[in-house]
């Protein structure tokens, strides 16, 4: 699920600046940790890249303020060459969306994955506008779309998102206890908030799924809340070890065994098919 390494070249614009979440402060509506970020701002020279998930990848942003524990994506940082902690910088590619209207006339029309490496939805997107730009381009062009984000503001782009039946939206969502979340991603939205948005969405006619991915304690939790909205629901396991030191200073050592997310994730998986929805557990 990597984005291809030839897509971070970029030049850079302007002086970084450093944000509080973003200028214009915590855009979620529950409390969420807080931390110092440094955004800069980039022309991208490339955009649409190769994935090995769906046809292409488009990322607004390089770096991501969640910065979750786990996240595999931290391996930008080596290709980067940043040395600050992953989730305290962002560089915003101010042309992405004209980079993308430009690079879909020499491309054969594909899927769209945005995002691979970044969540499209993270704080700045609310000032900056790059994902909902990226979009409105892809719709105007009639391309498939499949969003990834963890972060309810995916709502500014509701109306958007409704306009095209060639659009579906995965939320990522590990548990439905927010004392687990906290430990885990103590700089993303409240799992209430992502549940909350993707009822709207999916009551909007939206196709909606739900990615248990990494799979946590209380994930089981996800099933009453969302099983009358989600068109599908996607389960894999921790793959990174990140996320190591988090379980051993919470004593959830037990949650990160193969027995672990083997009985975990076959229990989510029946309750789902139970109530119709399809489910695929990705780990063997």
């Not at 609310?126 to 972060?151: A, H, M, N």
């Not at 948005?197 to 196709?207: E, K």
């Amino acid at each position: 699920m990597r984005e291809n390494i030839s897509s971070l070249s970029c030049r850079a614009k302007g002086s970084p600046w450093v944000g509080l979440v973003c200028s214009e402060g915590n855009p979620y509506t529950s409390p969420m940790a807080e931390r110092l970020c440094i955004y800069r701002e980039v022309y991208a020279k490339e955009i649409l890249t190769r994935s090995r998930v769906y046809e292409y990848t488009v990322n607004p942003y390089r770096g991501c303020y969640h910065g979750c524990s786990y996240c595999y994506a931290r391996f930008m940082k080596r290709f980067l060459g940043r040395k600050e902690e992953w989730g305290s910088f962002v560089d915003v590619k101010v042309n992405a969306a004209e980079l993308l209207a430009k690079e879909m006339t020499r491309k054969r029309r594909g899927t769209v994955w945005i995002s691979g490496v970044c969540d499209p939805y993270q704080p700045c997107e609310r000032e900056r506008r790059l994902t909902g730009r990226c979009i409105e381009v892809l719709i105007e062009r009639g391309w498939p779309i499949v969003v990834q984000t963890k972060s309810p503001l995916v709502l500014v782009d509701r109306e958007l998102l409704k306009s095209s039946e060639s659009v579906d939206v995965f939320f990522s969502i590990s548990t439905a206890d927010e004392r687990i979340r906290r430990m885990f991603e103590p700089f993303a939205p409240s799992a209430w908030e992502r549940i909350s948005a993707l009822r709207v969405l999916a009551s909007d006619g939206v196709r909606c799924h739900l990615m248990i991915a990494p799979l946590l304690p209380g994930a089981e939790g996800l099933v009453e809340q969302l099983k009358e909205y989600v068109s599908s629901v996607l389960i894999d396991r921790m793959n990174y070890h990140y996320a190591d030191g988090v379980y051993r200073k919470h004593g959830l050592n037990w949650a990160r065994t193969e027995s672990f997310f083997r009985e975990r994730a076959s229990q989510i998986y029946g309750l789902f098919r139970d109530a119709g929805v399809a489910c695929e557990i990705l780990f063997s």
